[in-house]
């Protein structure tokens, strides 16, 4: 326990798994390392998408107030890849009223780096080259109108648990030939940090039927952010995930920070970006 002990010292919050020091975990499989893998591809979609939601909402907001148009009482979002590698955040309004509309479009091209603009600086406004926002009412695509029933479909669960009052974010993926939806706890005080109490379903085609659901986290995680740069790393624990799961990825991202996880398996994990991509080893 003298690596957990450690770790924890040097970590924003705790979540270590008390673990015998007499029995090494044992090696990994295959189907282990397979899971893994798409834990990180999924952590890395669902941060990617959250951070085109960031700045596309923003973009959006400031136009309805440029262009002098009160702000809709509800909206819903969809992301949406394009086939020259792009993406486009499409803002859908009035779905229960005769199908809804897009009021607006905004497209990221081809490389633009969402979480890059929003950290950029006054000084560095290249990093949000390659935005640009289109209004103008069209209707929905069904990959559209898939979207804004996956959100209706988990925020409605009664099920759904949240560690937070503020309104949740949420994402849609498509993987495998499965429609995953991601319910996010989130926070409105910057000097929080919401370190667990996302959801994962599974969900039909449509969005409409929630097929399975798993909470990523045992019990909430919601620290103060670290105001010294003492922190270096965050530890947690996961007895839900063999190693870890999309929200470790996610918090790694999130955070700029390396994670150590410890999952059910009793492996220590290290999940960090290697040449700005990110990876995952044990440390055993």
């Known amino acids: 326990m003298r690596v957990c002990l450690l770790l924890c010292l040097i970590s924003l919050s705790c979540g270590c798994a008390s673990l015998p020091t007499d029995t090494p975990p044992a090696p990994l499989d295959a189907a282990t390392r397979a899971a893994a893998d798409r834990a990180l591809a999924l952590g890395k979609a669902v941060f990617y998408n959250d951070r085109l939601a960031w700045v596309a909402s923003d973009i959006y907001q400031a136009e309805l107030e440029r262009a002098k148009v009160p702000p809709p009482k509800s909206v819903d979002w969809a992301v949406t890849e394009l086939a ?87 994402t849609v993926i498509d993987s495998e030939g499965e429609t995953l939806g991601y319910v996010l706890s989130a926070t409105l005080e910057r000097s929080k940090l919401v370190m667990s109490g996302h959801t994962r379903y599974r969900l039909s085609a449509d969005g409409s039927q929630i097929l399975d659901r798993e909470p990523l986290f045992g019990t909430c995680m919601v620290a103060e952010r670290e105001k010294s740069s003492a922190a270096v790393a965050l530890m947690m624990s996961s007895q839900s995930a063999d190693l870890f799961n999309e929200s470790h990825v996610f918090l790694m991202l999130d955070q700029q920070q390396p994670v150590f996880v410890i999952g059910r398996l009793g492996h220590k994990v290290l999940i960090e970006t290697d040449h700005g991509k990110p990876s995952w080893k044990t440390l055993d």
């Open 84 to 170: 020259d590698g792009g993406h486009m955040v499409s803002f859908l309004l009035d779905l229960e009223d005769a199908g809804g509309f897009v009021d607006g479009e905004v497209r990221f091209a081809a490389g633009v780096d969402p979480d890059a603009c929003i950290r950029a600086t006054d000084e560095d406004h290249k990093a949000c080259d390659g935005i640009s926002i289109a209004r103008g009412v069209r209707p929905p695509t069904a990959h559209e109108r898939t979207w804004a029933v996956a959100r209706r479909t988990m925020l409605g669960d009664p099920a759904l648990r949240l560690c937070t009052e503020a309104p949740p974010n949420f």
